[in-house]
């Protein structure tokens, strides 16, 4: 059974504070993503990775930073939270050969204070 | 740029009637089509993708390449596939880009 495991599933920090949302997979895919996903605004990308060290601005990356040190291992960092960053955060990946299709882990959702 | 339009928010229909979501697309090579579903407090599920041609719960979804769409559809809705769909795309490459719409909501009604 594939698996992508995102390390909290609810996250509370005050404004202003550094955090760090972890996300592993277990299928040795070499894309992954992450997504915020609010009301009305469907899904939409922050940044994605397509190989270690590497990686790609989506279409809503400020305020935000990633990291990818290790291909299983992709982390989302907020330099300083604001409130208009409390969201739902969703990581998926994906394999860059044969279909696209992405695996999405189980969501954290972030509230800022 | 690729984009993807749901251009409903919200879709009621009665249990045993036909559902139709509809997906536009935009992108300017051949792009991998999917639709994804999240039931209640589920994780987000691929529902089907267009080049496996296939039904899955019932559903179908067609490309067409021409009006640039990959509506969802099912003859005959069930309580069962109330949930949220969302429609997305792929680029063609070396590494894809995955981008979603802004999802549809699908109420049964018993």
């Known amino acids: 059974d594939v698996k992508v495991t995102q390390s909290s599933r609810y996250l509370v920090k005050r404004t202003g504070e550094k955090v760090f949302l972890e996300c592993v997979q277990d299928m040795d895919h070499e894309n992954m993503f992450w997504y915020r996903q609010d009301p009305g605004l469907g899904l939409r990308l922050i940044y994605f990775?397509?190989?270690?060290?590497?990686?790609e601005k989506g279409d809503i990356p400020e305020g935000y930073s990633v990291s990818r040190e290790k291909k299983e291992r992709f982390s989302l960092i907020l330099e300083s939270a604001s409130t208009n960053q409390t969201s739902m955060y969703l990581c998926?990946?994906?394999?860059?050969?044969?279909?696209?299709?992405?695996?999405f882990g189980q969501g954290t959702r972030l509230t800022v204070v | 740029a690729q984009r993807v339009t749901q251009p409903e928010k919200l879709l009621s229909v009665f249990k045993g009637a036909p559902v139709e979501l509809k997906c536009n697309y935009s992108y300017s090579g051949s792009p991998e089509l999917f639709w994804y579903v999240q039931y209640s407090r589920q994780r987000l599920q691929l529902l089907l993708r267009?080049?496996s041609r296939e039904s899955i719960k019932g559903f179908t979804a067609d490309l067409n390449k021409g009006e640039t769409s990959f509506h969802l559809k099912k003859p005959f809705a069930q309580e069962e596939d109330s949930a949220m769909y969302y429609c997305?795309?792929?680029?063609?490459?070396?590494?894809?880009?995955?981008?979603f719409g802004t999802g549809t909501k699908l109420q049964v009604i018993p």
């Open positions: 990775s397509y190989d270690v060290k590497m990686k």
């Open positions: 997305a795309l792929a680029g063609a490459g070396g590494y894809q880009k995955v981008t």
């Open positions: 267009h080049i």
């Open positions: 998926a990946s994906s394999p860059s050969r044969g279909s696209a299709e992405a695996f």
